[in-house]
T-cell receptor, first 116, second 112 residues
Framework: AQKITQTQPGMFVQEKEAVTLDCTYD???????LFWYKQPSSGEMIFLIY??????QNATEGRYSLNFQKARKSANLVISASQLGDSAMYFC?????????????FGQGTRLTINP | DGGITQSPKYLFRKEGQNVTLSCEQN?????MYWYRQDPGQGLRLIYY???????QKGDIAEGYSVSREKKESFPLTVTSAQKNPTAFYLC???????????FGSGTRLTVV
């Protein structure tokens, strides 16, 4: 069964430091996609970055990069030069084909707090 | 601008009453999804629909019902059979075969 595991319930980081949020996944599919979303206190889900299972290079989007280690089934999010506005919940998710339908499977999330 | 509209943002209902949450998209996406989120938790799939007039149960469908009569609309009814309906509900859509998921801003349901 497809599963996402985020082992850090909370992270506290000083402003301007880099932060790594951990994500491991479990799937037997050869083709899959991995996502990171940011959820501020308002509740909206903001898409940050995507990595396809066949992508050879790690995805990057501005200050966000995804450290994809396929053999370890790991897809960690790296935020460089953290800002106060980065404080939020962060979710790792995997696109899976289950019973012929495409679905997103989410981890439990990590609450990131950036301290000034 | 294209997007997903969920209404209302906050909803209060008495225990034992059915309530319907609205989700409308103007992105021309084929697939639509309903997720439930409890405090401090991840999102769990309630129902999804890949095409008009067809939908399937997700992981936690008991106590919920949906319809998909139009491509743009995917309303969710929380019935009195749902034992713990108080939660944050998120609707999402995606084009078939791509990874472009779009989420609505959510409805926070409180049952008293």
């Amino acid at each position: 069964a497809q599963k996402i595991t985020q082992t850090q319930p909370g992270m506290f980081v000083q402003e301007k430091e880099a932060v790594t949020l951990d994500c491991t996944y479990d799937t037997s599919d050869q083709s899959y996609g991995l996502f990171w979303y940011k959820q501020p206190s308002s509740g909206e889900m903001i898409f940050l970055i995507y990595q396809g299972s066949y992508d050879e290079q790690n995805a990057t989007e501005g200050r966000y990069s995804l450290n994809f280690q396929k053999a370890r089934k790991s897809a960690n999010l790296v935020i460089s030069a953290s800002q106060l506005g980065d404080s939020a919940m962060y979710f790792c998710a995997m696109r899976a084909i289950i019973q012929g339908a495409q679905k997103l499977v989410f981890g439990q999330g990590t609450r990131l707090t950036i301290n000034p | 601008d294209g997007g997903i509209t969920q209404s209302p943002k906050y909803l209060f209902r008495k225990e034992g009453q059915n309530v319907t949450l609205s989700c409308e998209q103007n992105l021309n996406h084929d697939a639509m999804y309903w997720y439930r989120q409890d405090p401090g938790q991840g999102l769990r799939l309630i129902y999804y629909s890949q095409i008009v007039n067809d939908f399937q149960k997700g992981d936690i469908a008991e106590g919920y019902s949906v319809s998909r009569e139009k491509k743009e609309s995917f309303p969710l009814t929380v019935t009195s059979a749902q034992k713990n309906p108080t939660a944050f509900y998120l609707c999402a859509s995606s084009p078939t075969g791509t990874y472009g998921y779009t989420f609505g801003s959510g409805t926070r349901l409180t049952v008293v």
